[in-house]
């Protein structure tokens, strides 16, 4: 096995046992045995269980911040564009169940409040305009002037609960029931 291919190998793990059981039920020599590599190969690309679930984070949020730019919203006007940026959160969170979990649980832990920099939007190019609208000026931004953690429990946040409740059974929403909710998680943040 190539040594990219171990160190995924070992993200995998770790994301399925974290999703599973939690941090605290993911214990190195089980991610070690569900990757089917020895604790030690574990310290040769982490340095500590921290490390590693820091690292998971970093690649997780840079694909879920790729994949809110499917379609490329920022062509968009702006409602359209928030309408497609939450649609894309959405079927996210419905596809990546295990990523979703994590994520979730990442964000709501000590590991994200004592993370030296939590992970911001990646910078430049496409992601210039989620950053813009997200975490720009509040003064300047199309927002409302709410903290940045109320304003995503009213619109990310609502897609990925909407998602996990329905992951698990065969309810789906019409396409015209989410972009309704899409438009009314809009109006409740737009200025």
């Not at 990310?156 to 909407?162: F, K, N, P, Q, T």
């Not at 789906?172 to 200025?191: F, G, K, N, V």
């Amino acid at each position: 096995m190539a040594p990219k291919d171990k160190r995924e190998t070992i993200l995998q793990a770790a994301l399925e046992l974290i999703a599973e059981h939690g941090f605290h039920g993911a214990p190195m020599s089980a991610v070690a045995q569900r990757a089917g590599v020895s604790a030690g190969i574990i310290y040769h690309y982490f340095a500590s269980k921290e490390d590693l679930i820091h690292a998971l984070y970093k690649e997780l949020e840079a694909d879920f911040n790729l994949a809110l730019l499917a379609g490329r919203p920022q062509a968009l006007p702006l409602a359209d564009a928030f309408q497609q940026i939450w649609l894309n959160a959405y079927h996210f969170y419905r596809t990546h169940p295990h990523e979703a979990r994590f994520l979730e649980q990442y964000k709501h832990s000590p590991f994200y409040q004592a993370a030296a920099q939590p992970v911001e939007l990646i910078e430049g190019g496409d992601f210039a305009f989620l950053a813009e609208l997200f975490e720009g000026d509040p003064a300047k931004r199309p927002l409302k002037d709410l903290p940045l953690d109320v304003i995503y429990e009213l619109t990310l946040g609502v897609a990925a609960r909407i998602a996990h409740r329905h992951a698990t059974d065969a309810t789906t929403m019409s396409d015209e029931q989410l972009a309704e909710i899409a438009a009314a998680c809009w109006h409740a943040i737009a200025r």
